[in-house]
């Protein structure tokens, strides 16, 4: 049985209705009325809250680097603006692979964006995370596509399949040992990967197969 309703009528649940006892009225949420008919208040169930939750979870999950850079562009100038910062400022930060962070750049309160990125604090952990994320996202991705290099090469040329994957281990160990050189200027966040070397490179840049 499905009960009627009219406008500003509470719905009753059926099974009172049908066995005769008492009903008490289910309190609704005024409506809204508009030129297009009466609004309907939509109330998601817990199911589908933990759906949207999870939804807005997918960005600090995802392994994608330009994914997380902009997410800390965001957090970046959300913590500029809490701290009074003019969003003109130039700013240098650096993820070391051990999780340290530094900062740079030409304002007295530089420090208080470092102390805030290293302590994790809650006004600067989703920004910490971002970068750790973005991070951590380049390495994984160039250690990706040196992968896919031996995986195509060792189709072409099966000989060389254990020289090939020996190679993307050493790429692999050599690329964990790499920094995060993230630049923010004229209101734009960039970042690449710094080797041992202190050269800057994008994933992927620089990979050779042996021969």
């Known amino acids: 049985m499905i009960n009627s309703t009219n406008n500003n009528v509470s719905i009753y649940p059926a099974a009172y209705a049908s066995t005769g006892q008492a009903t008490k009225p289910i309190p609704t949420q005024p409506q809204a009325s508009s030129a297009y008919g009466d609004a309907v ?48 400022t130039d700013i240098e930060i650096e993820v070391r692979n051990d999780g340290t962070i530094s900062v740079e750049g030409d304002h007295p309160l530089m420090y208080k964006i470092e102390e805030g990125l290293n302590s994790g604090e809650e006004g600067s952990r989703d920004l910490r995370n971002a970068l750790i994320g973005a991070h951590n996202g380049s390495v994984i991705t160039h250690i990706g596509k040196a992968a896919e290099m031996a995986s195509r ?41 710094v080797g041992r070397n202190g050269q800057a490179f994008n994933p992927g840049d620089g990979l050779t197969l042996p021969a």
């Open 153 to 193: 090469g060792a189709d072409a040329n099966p000989s060389m399949m254990e020289t090939y994957y020996g190679w993307v281990k050493n790429v692999a160990n050599e690329v964990k040992n790499s920094s995060f050189a993230v630049n923010f200027s004229n209101g734009e966040l960039t970042g690449s990967l």
């Open 41 to 88: 208040t939509v109330t998601l169930s817990p199911a589908a809250e933990s759906a949207k939750t999870l939804s807005s979870l997918a960005s600090e999950l995802t392994m994608d680097p330009a994914v997380h850079m902009q997410r800390a562009e965001v957090e970046l100038k959300e913590l500029m603006s809490r701290l009074g910062m003019s969003a003109d």
